[in-house]
């Protein structure tokens, strides 16, 4: 009897290339026919073997370069133009300084590659979830007030509600791309930190252990989670068309907290060896009797706030500055926020009186960052500037 086998779905030629582009530009070392492939598949799914080794015979000369028998890497003009090709960059700008931090517009990929090894100190950053809701599509339909994947809550007793995005509506293809791309973050991250950096990332329980396994995976050791206590509009509905029918049904559960994911690069010897020579391998305490903890209360920012910084996603001082605190240890060294959005990040940092470095490559959010940084250190808890 003969088996009738599934046929393998047909990937676009562009998804294959970058994927193929991502590995080698994401490696210090010529990769094998074989890693090449792995990398592919973990990025985009399951892919032909002979997909893969077509498009590398068949485009080397002009973008690989076959260092030796069934070993390849990307020429660099390649990885540059890829970049772009990924991560639609625009034309950088000169980087703006406020105080002790500086922003830069540019693709965080781009600006990780050209950084020295072992030379940043903190990472805090709230990046796109789901990659697909910071799509110009998606973006252009928040900013109409069209909504798309982004939910715009109703209003409640007169006030406004903040978009939030729906993360259950990304398909399977898009979550293989999530992790794609903080698996690429990631491996890129890794060896310009110095050893004990903390890397703390804002995500959602919805996705936040496809990220975390990227992290892990790229090399990053898990160090926990730090929850903030927060009610959202996330979650809790009844059946949609279905809510007198179903009114004691809530689909699933109303989000009261949002996990902020904590790795850090592994140490060099002891913790104490690591803070001697690097400064960094643990957290910052609020106090000498005090350690610091995981679960920080957290109201939703406040109005005044987000009049400051009108970013979908904006996080409110009150909260970021207690987690920007806390990632230096001994308070020396450089905070970096490779998505940084509107600046919230960098202003925590400045107010705290850290130095600090954010990219973010929308140039509508580098202009707002550009006017809310100063607007958001000065921003004190009682909602007044």
């Known amino acids: 009897m003969r088996i009738m086998r599934k046929p393998t779905a047909r990937k676009q030629p562009g998804r294959v290339r970058d994927a193929i582009i991502q590995a080698l530009s994401s490696s210090e070392k010529p990769l094998a026919v074989k890693e090449i492939e792995?990398?592919?598949?973990?990025?985009?799914?399951?892919?032909?073997?002979?997909?893969?080794?077509?498009?590398?015979?068949?485009?080397?000369?002009?973008?690989?370069?076959?260092?030796?028998?069934?070993?390849?890497?990307?020429?660099?003009?390649?990885?540059?133009?890829?970049?772009?090709?990924?991560?639609?960059?625009?034309?950088?700008?000169?980087?703006?300084?406020?105080?002790?931090?500086?922003?830069?517009?540019?693709?965080?990929?781009?600006?990780?590659?050209?950084?020295?090894?072992?030379?940043?100190?903190?990472?805090?950053?709230?990046?796109?979830?789901?990659?697909?809701?910071?799509?110009d599509e998606q973006q252009t339909k928040l900013r109409n007030g069209k909504g798309g994947v982004w939910r715009m809550p109703p209003s409640f007793d007169g006030h406004v509600r903040a978009p939030l995005p729906r993360f259950t509506t990304l398909n399977t293809e898009q979550l293989r791309d999530l992790r794609g791309f903080f698996l690429l973050w990631a491996r890129m991250l890794l060896p310009k930190l110095v050893p004990g950096a903390n890397v703390v990332v804002a995500s959602n329980p919805l996705v936040s252990y496809i990220v975390s396994g990227a992290l892990a995976d790229a090399g990053l050791e898990r160090r926990g989670e730090i929850i903030r206590l927060t009610m959202t509009m996330r979650g809790g509905d009844r059946p949609k068309a279905a809510h007198t029918e179903y009114s004691e049904v809530s689909v699933m559960p109303r989000s009261m907290w949002e996990p902020w994911l904590v790795f850090r690069k592994p140490i060099e010897g002891r913790i104490q060896d690591n803070l001697r020579k690097w400064q960094t391998g643990g957290f910052r305490r609020p106090s000498e009797d005090k350690p610091f903890g995981d679960v920080i209360p957290s109201s939703p920012t406040r109005t005044s706030e987000r009049a400051l910084a009108p970013h979908p996603s904006l996080k409110p001082q009150a909260f970021l500055r207690q987690v920007v605190r806390a990632v230096l240890p001994l308070g020396l060294g450089v905070v970096v926020d490779t998505f940084a959005g509107a600046g919230s990040t960098l202003a925590a940092a400045e107010a705290i009186g850290y130095e600090s470095i954010g990219t973010e490559k929308d140039l509508r959010y580098f202009e707002m960052a550009c006017a809310a940084i100063p607007r958001l250190a000065r921003y004190a808890s009682n909602g007044h500037l």
């Open 38 to 135: 792995e990398h592919v598949r973990e990025t985009i799914g399951e892919t032909p073997s002979s997909s893969i080794r077509s498009y590398l015979r068949l485009n080397t000369d002009h973008a690989f370069v076959r260092e030796s028998r069934g070993f390849y890497s990307v020429r660099s003009s390649q990885s540059i133009a890829s970049q772009e090709a990924l991560f639609e960059n625009e034309k950088p700008r000169a980087p703006v300084r406020f105080g002790n931090s500086l922003l830069y517009h540019a693709d965080c990929m781009q600006w990780l590659r050209q950084q020295e090894d072992r030379s940043l100190h903190a990472v805090v950053t709230d990046p796109p979830y789901g990659l697909h809701e910071y799509s």
